[in-house]
């Protein structure tokens, strides 16, 4: 479960935690001893008891279709974790089932909320680097760097996997900062220690505005401490590299965003990200609460890491695999 | 506590800027002996206090430090834990009952008595305990009289209002090591708000204080008023912001604040060590 999550919204001032479902015994009995929330080991059961406005989904992928379409017909908002669905058949109906019941709803894709990321966006948006036409969007990381290990995440029927657990964050950082990936070339997924899912995923893509690049993940390289995301954008005026720690932008010519200037330039997270009220892990976890808590006042609008967004994520993520040579 | 702590980060390649440096600080120290070398320019810049994570690597440089008794005579660790990676590892490998039994000394089920009954009964403090215990056998023979919690636990206890659990390891720490504990925070205020209310008298409190506001949750006027008006022992690390400050300034800031008692700060070269000390001197000095 998402004890993260759990102590995000706990320390949040403006949310009321009413219930905990988890089906670790363990876990939900050290809750239940040392924090003051409500435990049930029944999901449906906690819906009728504490009869929440919101509920946090962090449960294995394959159970995320149910318990969302249970939540959004009994008129509850949901943040589910990423990916979204196991497919974009999936999910086709929750994305239109929360828009016509008018739920809030929000997939917990964090890189969005990581400052470098959003630079890159508004960078971008603003066509400083002019006509892009390549991109690389990266992820490495040590989750699987030996055989045995299995858990629902070495199951492909069950969400596990490089492509879906770990390339979707990637995936889904091309889809928002560029365009939504509608076509894909080629693609190469490699086991490297597990025996039935992917390690890594190489992919040649294509997005709906005709730009073209590559994506190149691997869960199995120990050389990272944790998991680190890239992406490097050329375009006619110039180039972006960027991970959630650092941006450097290469501009030829003017017009530069402010602050800018011609040739090298370099941003830290350090400057670019907004102070929470509570940080746990990386400032991004808790804004992308924040966020979701701001859309149930009605204060933003619902728009960033949408069921809708998301759901393009998992259209993705079925191209690439269906592409694999 | 001494003025100035040196801290791990830079060996274990834990960068908050840049994943390049990260992996240039991997590459540079491969060998123990060049994070050796490194804590003797710490030391010949007068700075005698290691505060470093439980990472499996420390264990070898303790056997170092035990053996040279001379030397390092003068030298105190102040442990940092839980190293949270390696749980967290071993979580996804072996599931919390494994991990358990990985990780606590003795056969967990078998001959160790405590163990057993403390997971039957679901004794989480006792657990606890003994993964303290786990985690201190490294640092046999060698003075630690601060033990930390890690901000990664601390925070999520601090989210998840464990109050209880808070105490149980100031409370185990100061009885089992003769040792004072500490805590790690990036959330000051609202930690020491609970700490105080736990009845926990003057703690200490290690938490990123800097001029740039970074990682300062709630933000840096509040830091600001809480190191002014309340009473525990403050630690300031992060002071150089990832180096969004320039380092005279970074350091002008924090010794110009009211009620810190240490300055924690990590760094490869003997340039910046020097740099960062005679910094902090020159600042205290002109107060």
């Known amino acids: ?325 | 506590m001494e003025r100035i702590l040196f801290g791990d980060n830079q060996f274990f390649a834990v960068n908050h800027i840049s994943d390049e440096k990260s992996m240039a600080q991997s590459i540079k120290f491969k060998e123990d002996s060049a994070i050796i070398k490194t804590l003797d320019y710490a030391m010949e810049a007068g700075v005698n206090t290691f505060m470093c994570t439980t990472h499996d690597r420390i264990a070898n440089i303790c056997e170092i430090i035990r053996n040279n008794p001379e030397k390092y005579k003068d030298f105190k660790i102040f442990p940092c834990m839980p190293y949270a990676h390696k749980y967290a590892n071993a979580v996804t490998e072996l599931g919390i009952t494994g991990t358990l039994k990985q990780y606590v000394p003795g056969n967990f089920f078998g001959s160790l008595f405590k163990g057993g009954v403390a997971f039957l009964s679901k004794d989480y403090l006792k657990i606890m305990e003994l993964l303290i215990d786990a985690e201190m056998k490294m640092f046999k023979g060698i003075q630690t009289p601060v033990i930390f919690l890690q901000n990664v636990i601390t925070d999520m206890l601090l989210g998840l209002g464990m109050k209880d659990v808070l105490i149980a390891f100031h409370q185990y720490v100061e009885k089992k090591y003769d040792a004072e504990a500490g805590f790690i925070t990036m959330n000051l205020p609202k930690l020491l708000e609970v700490l105080e209310s736990g009845g926990i008298r003057n703690p200490i409190i290690c938490s990123s204080i800097n001029k740039a506001g970074f990682r300062m949750s709630g933000g840096k006027a509040l830091y600001e008023e809480t190191l002014k008006t309340k009473k525990f022992r403050a630690i300031a690390m992060q002071v150089l912001a990832g180096g969004a400050v320039s380092p005279k300034e970074a350091i002008e800031y924090v010794c110009k604040l009211p009620n810190i008692e240490s300055i924690l700060f990590g760094a490869s070269s003997r340039t910046n060590i020097n740099e960062t000390t005679s910094l902090i001197h020159q600042f205290d000095a002109a107060k």
């Open chain 1, 1 to 325: 479960m998402g004890i993260s999550h759990l102590a995000i919204l706990g320390a949040h001032p403006d949310v009321q935690v009413v219930g905990v479902c988890d089906t670790s015994k363990m876990m939900l009995d050290a809750i239940e001893k040392y924090s003051s929330f409500p435990c049930f080991t029944d999901y449906k059961k906690m819906l009728q008891d504490a009869k929440p406005d919101a509920v946090l989904v962090a449960v294995p992928t394959k159970f995320h279709a149910a318990i969302v379409e249970e939540l959004l017909n009994q008129n509850i908002h949901v943040f589910a974790e990423k990916p979204f669905c196991l497919n974009p058949e999936q999910g086709a109906p929750l994305v239109a089932l929360a828009k016509q019941k008018g739920l809030v709803n929000q997939v917990g894709y964090h890189n969005k909320f990581v400052g470098t990321f959003q630079e890159v966006k508004r960078i971008i948006d603003g066509g400083y680097i002019g006509e892009v036409y390549h991109f690389l969007g990266q992820a490495y990381g040590p989750v699987v760097v030996k055989a045995k290990q299995d858990t629902w995440r070495s199951n492909p029927e069950e969400g596990g996997g490089c492509l879906m657990d770990y390339a979707s964050h990637v995936i889904d950082l091309i889809n928002y900062i560029l365009a939504p990936i509608t076509e894909v070339k080629a693609t190469i997924l490699k086991s490297i220690f597990s025996k039935d899912v992917d390690d890594a995923v190489y992919s040649m893509l294509q997005l709906s505005n005709k730009v073209t690049g590559v994506l190149s993940v691997n869960w199995s390289d120990e050389t990272f401490r944790k998991m680190s995301t890239s992406i490097s954008i050329n375009g006619k005026k110039g180039k972006i590299v960027s991970d959630a720690n650092e941006l450097k932008v290469y501009f030829k010519e003017e017009p530069f965003p402010e602050g800018y200037s011609k040739g090298w330039n370099i941003r830290h997270v350090t400057d670019l990200t907004p102070e929470v009220d509570y940080y746990l892990r990386g400032e991004e976890y808790s804004a992308q609460i924040d966020y979701f808590v701001k859309t149930l006042q009605g204060k933003v609008p619902n728009s960033i890491n949408s069921f809708e967004s998301a759901w393009l994520t998992d259209k993705a993520i079925s191209l690439i695999r269906k592409e694999q040579r």
